[in-house]
């Protein structure tokens, strides 16, 4: 079941470092927090919100730093991930909680794992949808199978010229690349939704700001701040990616010790809008496991 905006509450959280995220919320329970990727924002989770607020969660997707609503540091500096990391911990503070479940896709599943590295504490469990653990995404640079699906990662390092490419003609380019990774995930009522927080002032800057501040960081400060992540981990992986190979997927036992994993043969990046019924089964059960 998909929930419309019309069934949510919206608010605002400081999360400290002047940062302010705005966010959608449904049902009451435990704190499920739901991190969107690139190029989406909370509408990323409209088949999730509504069957893990029935389950007994208190769901809360927000819009993170860059993206809609949300504010929107400029420079790519202020897209580092330690900082994303403390803005989605300052969030579940600011719901007057010690800890969450964090479930991220994409970008926001990077920024699950740097949360789940950085603030431990914050952290009941972890789900991963369709993004490498950090190590295993720099052992995919170091091949020319995976720099040839991430050309775009590298492209986005061009100043205003990618904003420029994707925003033209109505942001036809970032319609046309949604549509040929997935043909059932997006409905045109989908992508008009997507075009209207695209459009937010800052939003694309913000956005691409992410990968630049990714690829400048160099591999050695990032390695220096890895950690074992100690939170019982599940990573869901659309086998049918065509940016991120899937030999990719599993991560190390030694930065992430407790793992489920669970690959969807027919799905591609877009996992949890390709299987939404088979994605929310597996979040639910593997939440539920926290209780049992």
């Not at 069934?7 to 002047?18: C, E, I, N, R």
């Not at 088949?47 to 769901?59: F, K, R, S, T």
């Not at 794992?113 to 972890?126: E, I, M, N, Q």
Request: charge should be negative; charged fraction near 25%.
């Amino acid at each position: 079941m998909s929930t419309t905006e019309a069934q949510l509450s919206h608010g605002d959280a400081d999360v400290g470092g002047g940062v302010r995220l705005h966010y959608v919320e449904a049902g009451t329970g435990p704190l499920v927090v739901l991190l969107h990727g690139f190029p989406e924002f909370w509408y990323s989770w409209r088949h999730q919100i509504g069957p893990l607020a029935e389950a007994g969660y208190h769901v809360v997707a927000p819009d993170m730093r860059g993206y809609d609503l949300s504010d929107k540091p400029q420079g790519w500096r202020a897209y580092d991930a330690t900082l994303l990391a403390g803005d989605i911990a300052g969030l579940i503070r600011s719901f007057g909680e010690q800890d969450a479940f964090v479930v991220g896709h994409d970008w926001g599943a990077a920024v699950a794992y740097a949360v789940a590295t950085v603030h431990p504490d914050v952290v009941k469990r972890l789900a991963i949808l369709n993004v490498p653990h950090t190590s295993r995404m720099l052992e995919g640079f170091r091949t020319l199978r995976q720099l040839r699906k991430s050309w775009y990662m590298f492209f986005f390092q061009i100043p205003r010229l990618p904003e420029y490419l994707i925003g033209r003609d109505d942001f036809s380019f970032a319609k046309r690349s949604l549509r040929s990774d997935s043909k059932k995930a997006f409905t045109d009522e989908d992508l008009e939704r997507y075009v209207e927080a695209w459009s937010q002032p800052g939003a694309l800057t913000g956005m691409i700001n992410y990968y630049r501040a990714a690829l400048r960081r160099s591999p050695r400060a990032t390695l220096a701040q890895m950690r074992p992540i100690p939170a019982p981990t599940m990573v869901i992986w659309g086998m049918l990616d065509r940016h991120l190979g899937s030999e990719l997927a599993e991560p190390a036992p030694e930065w992430v010790p407790n793992l489920r994993m669970e690959r969807i043969p027919q799905a591609t990046h877009w996992v949890q809008h390709d299987a939404p019924e088979r994605v929310n089964e597996l979040l639910i059960d593997f939440l539920g496991e926290a209780d049992s």
